[in-house]
């Protein structure tokens, strides 16, 4: 299948230009003025022209945090790779990397296999995965350097969650001591989870249940501390380190004053930090449905990330999407915060919230806007090249974007599989008029024309040591 997206203003991170973009089966053969006329002056044989004037043409977005039916707080997120890449693909996102887990007490295999089990066969768009590393001992380490040979190159560990995903500081130590010779990446939830255990604690004692006090007693100032520790250990075992969902200006200043030192140290942040703050988890129970981990933070954090993204102390924003249904799941959390699943539904509205508030907003350029959706997430990832890019061979994972498109942001009208949205009634401006997944249209019209399992499994690059 030949398809020709005509006059569209291709952006990529590097720049932008008017020009058509010729696919040829899953890559594009070519970007450039005039590829409807061929080289002998004839028009170019094409299966379908999609006529993108007025649009922009996009690499297909990249989010490189979800987490589809991850375990949680005795529950599971709620979409599937099917129904959560589904919605990706309605956003404009054609990959993501989830994350696999490893229960504590099993080994690093066991838990890739069950999500590679999860996602084959079911996913729409492309995925990769990481691993959230549970238990660091002698047997998991040599496992990682297996699974970097397969292309799952990154390990998440936390220093939140006591008794769940937590890791003292040895672990974490030996785990990045691991990636120097593998060239993993370690990827780190910065929160000082036993101190936060503490005043949690000390809160409900006190009667203060509602989920707003999930937000209080998460100091950012223990978000601070924890990334300030992280990245001192990675600089200790001589390895870049990788901060995930990055909500306060503590850890922005933790992580900005380390690559003010020259230490390779990165971060994500994610729309719900830039959009939504602590006063959206008032209103008794229904901030339940605004309860993650880090919370949402105070406004004043905000013009400090956006500054973080402008100024690229902050790489890239991915969602931490991870939805659990408001009328049963986070009931869970009735009388007690503690209890409340932790995670937000967020992988369809990223690229748009992004557009919207970044590019319309005009904090960031719309090259920008590529960068932190999808240019930085494949250069990171070990796709460059493959993802990312509008560009002659690479994959033709492409958007055709509406810049002035306006809609409104609801559950009424969303994919994601879950019954609220933390942006509704939101509008916003700029939408995914066509989305093509390798070459395949697989979003037009309002309508999904893909199929569950034709998303593959993206066997991705080790690029710890090239990271700068
Ligand atoms: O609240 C969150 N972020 N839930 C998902 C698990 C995690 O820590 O990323
Ligand atoms: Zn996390
Ligand atoms: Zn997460």
């Not at 949402?296 to 991870?322: F, I, M, Y």
């Not at 930085?376 to 974007?401: H, N, Q, S, T």
């Amino acid at each position: 299948m030949r398809i020709l997206i005509s006059g569209g203003t291709v952006v990529n991170a590097g720049g932008s230009v008017e020009a058509d973009v010729l696919i040829d089966g899953e890559t594009v053969s070519a970007v450039g003025r005039g590829l409807s006329r061929g080289a002998g002056g004839g028009s170019v044989q094409v299966d379908r022209t999609i006529d993108a004037s007025g649009k922009l043409v996009i690499p297909g977005a990249i989010d490189v945090h979800t987490h589809m039916e991850l375990p949680f707080g005795g529950t599971f997120a709620k979409d599937t790779f099917e129904t959560g890449t589904r919605a990706a693909a309605f956003g404009g996102t054609t990959t993501i990397i989830d994350f696999a887990v490893q229960t504590r007490g099993r080994s690093l295999r066991e838990g890739l296999d069950a999500w590679h089990a999860k996602a084959q066969g079911n996913a729409v768009v492309d995925y990769g995965f990481h691993m959230i590393m549970s238990d660091v001992t002698d047997e998991s380490l040599v496992e990682m350097d297996q699974l970097v040979a397969e292309g799952v190159t990154d390990f998440k560990l936390f220093t939140a969650y006591p008794g769940v995903f937590y890791s003292d500081d040895g672990a974490i130590f030996r785990a990045m001591q691991r990636t120097a010779t593998n060239d993993g990446l370690i990827m780190m939830h910065a929160e000082n989870g036993m101190a936060i255990d503490v005043v949690a604690a000390q809160a409900v004692e006190a009667g203060n249940t509602d989920p707003y006090y999930h937000g209080v007693v998460r100091y950012p100032i223990f978000e601070g501390e924890a990334t300030n520790r992280v990245i001192r250990l990675a600089e200790a075992a001589g390895v870049p380190v990788y901060i995930v969902h990055l909500s306060a200006r503590d850890a922005l200043d933790a992580v900005r004053g380390a690559r003010d030192r020259g230490v390779n140290a990165f971060a994500e942040t994610c729309p719900q930090y830039l959009f939504l703050s602590l006063e959206d988890m008032g209103n008794g129970f229904e901030g339940a449905k605004f309860v993650c981990s880090p919370p949402l933070r105070t406004a004043d954090h905000q013009p400090e990330l956006w500054s973080g993204l402008v100024k690229d102390d902050l790489q890239l924003v991915a969602t931490d999407h991870c939805p659990f249904d408001f009328h049963d799941q986070k009931q869970l959390g009735q009388g007690d915060f503690r209890k409340v699943p932790n995670g937000l539904p967020g992988v369809e509205d990223r690229v748009d919230l992004m557009h919207d508030g970044g590019v319309v907003g005009g904090r960031i350029s719309r090259e920008r806007w590529v960068e932190i959706i999808a240019a930085a997430p494949a250069r990171m990832f070990g796709l460059e090249g493959v993802k990312g890019v509008v560009a002659a061979g690479a994959d033709a994972d492409i958007v055709i974007y509406d810049p002035e498109r306006r809609h409104t942001i609801s559950a009424s009208t969303h994919h994601m599989n879950v019954d609220y949205s933390c942006y509704e009634g939101r509008q916003v401006v700029g939408g995914s008029d066509v989305v093509l997944s390798r070459g395949k249209v697989v979003v037009e019209n309002g309508q999904f024309t893909g199929a569950r399992g034709d998303g593959r499994f993206l066997k991705r690059r080790a690029v710890g040591p090239t990271l700068a």
